[in-house]
T-cell receptor, first 114, second 115 residues
Framework: NAGVTQTPKFRILKIGQSMTLQCTQDMNHNYMYWYRQDPGMGLKLIYYSVGAGITDKGEVPNGYNVSRSTTEDFPLRLELAAPSQTSVYFC?????????????FGSGTRLTVV | AQKITQTQPGMFVQEKEAVTLDCTYDTSDQSYGLFWYKQPSSGEMIFLIYQGSYDEQNATEGRYSLNFQKARKSANLVISASQLGDSAMYFCAMRDGTSGSRLTFGEGTQLTVNP
């Protein structure tokens, strides 16, 4: 049982480049999330999805796009990368309906924009 | 809007002693949940403990317990018998009726356990 898998683990982008951060979960969780964590800070929600075909903005969505074509996959797209997007990105999933509902997090993607 | 405040940027504790990490929250909803996560230096996020707003008992999970004081809107994490492996960043998080499944995180507390 792999849980939540994120790729790549590390990436350096040049300003203006684009990339997709991949996220896959094999727990049949219906909800998925993307957070970013800036150095020494807490996590801020970028986008989330409550099921295939449904996505919504979080607290800091500007500069990002997502899609959810399947239950398992929730990729995050960065268009026109900027230095302000240098951060660690976490994908997470949860199954709504259970009482004690902690997220399962991926191991993170450390992105540097230069 | 919901808000989580962790006022201790850093805490130090001696090995085998207990330590309390503070967390206060703000919400106007009656139904909400509070979570604590651990983030070691390796970076992963590890779920530790959960407390629901209607739970009558304070949550416990092994050496972790949650000191839930509803009237004060505080949800402090207590770690008993600290171990060197407890050195990590600890995050308090909350979800409520307004946020649905979305968690709002505090800024975190860096705990260092000294031998």
């Amino acid at each position: 049982n792999a849980g939540v898998t994120q790729t790549p683990k590390f990436r350096i982008l040049k300003i203006g480049q684009s990339m997709t951060l991949q996220c896959t979960q094999d727990m049949n969780h219906n909800y998925m999330y993307w957070y970013r964590q800036d150095p020494g800070m807490g996590l801020k929600l970028i986008y989330y999805s409550v099921g295939a075909g449904i996505t919504d903005k979080g607290e800091v969505p500007n500069g990002y796009n997502v899609s959810r074509s399947t239950t398992e996959d929730f990729p995050l797209r960065l268009e026109l990368a900027a230095p302000s997007q240098t951060s660690v990105y976490f994908c997470a999933s949860s199954y709504e309906g259970r009482r004690t509902n902690g997220y399962t997090f991926g191991s993170g993607t450390r992105l540097t924009v230069v | 809007a919901q808000k989580i405040t962790q006022t201790q940027p850093g805490m130090f504790v001696q090995e085998k002693e207990a330590v309390t990490l503070d967390c206060t929250y703000d919400t106007s909803d009656q139904s909400y949940g509070l979570f604590w996560y651990k983030q070691p230096s390796s970076g992963e996020m590890i779920f530790l403990i959960y407390q629901g707003s209607y739970d009558e008992q304070n949550a416990t999970e092994g050496r972790y317990s949650l000191n839930f004081q509803k009237a004060r809107k505080s949800a402090n994490l207590v770690i008993s018998a600290s171990q060197l492996g407890d050195s990590a960043m600890y995050f308090c998080a909350m979800r409520d009726g307004t946020s649905g499944s979305r968690l709002t995180f505090g800024e975190g507390t860096q705990l260092t356990v000294n031998p």
